[in-house]
C-alpha cells in the first residue's frame, strides 16, 4: 500500500473586520460596480497592524491542529507560504513555530506568490512519502494590504489579507483511500515582468509595491491554468466527470468560471471565496478550504483539484482525496 499524505485538518483566520468595495471608493476612485463586473469581489479583510503573517499563520495553524485532533508537540516541520513574510530572516515559518510552542522539527517559508500553497503543497508531500517527515503543517498567511500601492486603482482593489493551514500526516492507505494523489509545478521567470513587487528588504528607501499588468496576467493564466488541470488529471488517469470539487487560486470570478467550464463542472462544484476575502495570494486555497470543510460541502471521500497562477509566473495543481 502507498505512503500517502492524508490531509487531517484544516484552519483559516481572517483579520478585522470585512471591506466592503462601497468602503474602499471612498479612499480609491473606482466603484463597487467595477469591481463586481471585472472580479467579482464584493468585500476583503484589512489586517490590524498587530495582525503580522505570522500571527494570522498561527492562528490558522491553531485551529487547523484543533481540528485535526493533533497536538503542536506532533509537528515534525512547518512550511509557510507567503510573498509577506514579516522579515527578509528568520523565516515567518520560525516565528509560527515559536508561537505554537513548538520546539522539534523544521520550519522554512516558500516563496512563490499566489502558488505558494501548491509549491508548498508540493514540498510538503514529497518529504512526507520520502520518510522525513510524519506530520507537517503546511500555512499560507499574506498581509498583501501592506505591499498595495493605493494610488494604483487597478491592483488595489483586488487584494486582501488572510491566512490558512492544512495538517497533513503520513499515512499508508491503498489507492483508492485519501491523500495527495499528485501535485505539478511549474514557472517561466522570462514573465517575472508582469505582477511583482517594485522593491525588496535588500532595497534602501524601497519597501516595495505591487505592479501588475492585469490583462497579460489574466492571458497567462486561463491557458496555464487549464494546462495545469489536464495535467494533474492525466497524469491519475482520471476524467473531468471524477472531481467532486474544485477548489481554485481565488483572484478573479471570471477565471474561476473559465476553469470550472473547461472541467465541464457546475457551479455548486467550484468553492469561490473571491467576493468575500479578494485575492489573499497564498492564503486563498487554504482559505476556501477551510470554508468548504467547515460548511460541511467537501465531505471525507471527495476529490478535490486544486490550482494556482501567481507572480513569477509561478503555477501548479494538485489532487486531493480527502
Ligand atoms: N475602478 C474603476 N476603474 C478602473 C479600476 C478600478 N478599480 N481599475 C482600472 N480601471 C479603469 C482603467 O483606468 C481603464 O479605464 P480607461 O479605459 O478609461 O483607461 C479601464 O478601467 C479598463 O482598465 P483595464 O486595466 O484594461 O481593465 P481590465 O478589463 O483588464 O480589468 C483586471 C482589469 C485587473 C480586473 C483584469 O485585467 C484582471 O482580472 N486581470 C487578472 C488579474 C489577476 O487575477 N491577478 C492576480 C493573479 S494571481
Same mark, same amino acid.
Given at each position: ?127 512526507? /512519502?520520502?520518510?522525513? =517527515? +510524519? ?9 498583501? %494590504?501592506?505591499? $498595495? !500601492?493605493?494610488? *494604483? ?65 489574466? /492571458?497567462?493564466?486561463? =491557458? +496555464? ?9 492525466? %497524469?491519475?488517469? $482520471? !476524467?473531468?466527470? *471524477? ?80
Amino acid at each position: 500500500m502507498p505512503l500517502r499524505s492524508v490531509l487531517r485538518g484544516v484552519g483559516k483566520y481572517l483579520p478585522g473586520e470585512p471591506v466592503s468595495n462601497d468602503e474602499l471608493a471612498q479612499r480609491v476612485d473606482t466603484s463597487d460596480a467595477w469591481i463586481t463586473e471585472r472580479t467579482g469581489i464584493k468585500q476583503r479583510y484589512f489586517a490590524q497592524p498587530h495582525e503580522s503573517c505570522a500571527f494570522m499563520g498561527a492562528a490558522a495553524a491553531r485551529a487547523a491542529l484543533s481540528r485535526a485532533g493533533i497536538d503542536a508537540a506532533q509537528v515534525d516541520g512547518i512550511i509557510l507560504a507567503t510573498a509577506t513574510p514579516d522579515q527578509a530572516f528568520p523565516a515567518t515559518a520560525v516565528h509560527v513555530q515559536a508561537a505554537l510552542g513548538v520546539h522539534q522539527g523544521f520550519a522554512f517559508d516558500v516563496a512563490a506568490a499566489c502558488s505558494g500553497f501548491i509549491y508548498g503543497l508540493s514540498i510538503a508531500d514529497a518529504m512526507i /512519502r520520502a520518510g522525513q =517527515a +510524519k506530520t507537517i503543517l503546511l500555512i499560507g498567511s499574506e498581509v498583501y %494590504s501592506r505591499i $498595495l !500601492n493605493w494610488q *494604483d486603482r487597478g491592483t488595489c482593489v483586488l487584494f486582501g489579507d488572510g491566512a490558512g493551514a492544512i495538517v497533513l500526516t503520513a499515512e499508508t492507505t491503498d489507492s483508492g483511500g485519501p491523500g495527495v494523489l499528485s501535485t505539478h509545478i511549474h514557472a517561466d521567470g522570462r514573465l517575472g515582468d508582469i505582477l511583482y513587487v517594485d522593491g525588496a528588504v535588500g532595497q534602501p528607501d524601497k519597501p516595495g509595491h505591487l505592479v501588475m499588468n492585469g490583462r497579460e496576467v489574466f /492571458r497567462h493564466a486561463v =491557458a +496555464k491554468l487549464a494546462g495545469a488541470v489536464d495535467e494533474v488529471l492525466a %497524469s491519475n488517469q $482520471l !476524467n473531468y466527470k *471524477d472531481i467532486d470539487w474544485l477548489v481554485p487560486h481565488q483572484a478573479n470570478r471570471r477565471i474561476i468560471d473559465a476553469i470550472g467550464k473547461r472541467l465541464g463542472l457546475g457551479a455548486e462544484q467550484v468553492v469561490v471565496t473571491v467576493d468575500q476575502h479578494a485575492n489573499t495570494s497564498a492564503a486563498s486555497i487554504p482559505l476556501a478550504l477551510a470554508e468548504a470543510v467547515e460548511d460541511g460541502r467537501i465531505k471525507p471521500g471527495h476529490l478535490v483539484l486544486m490550482e494556482a497562477l501567481g507572480g513569477g509566473l509561478t503555477w501548479g495543481s494538485a489532487l486531493v482525496r480527502m
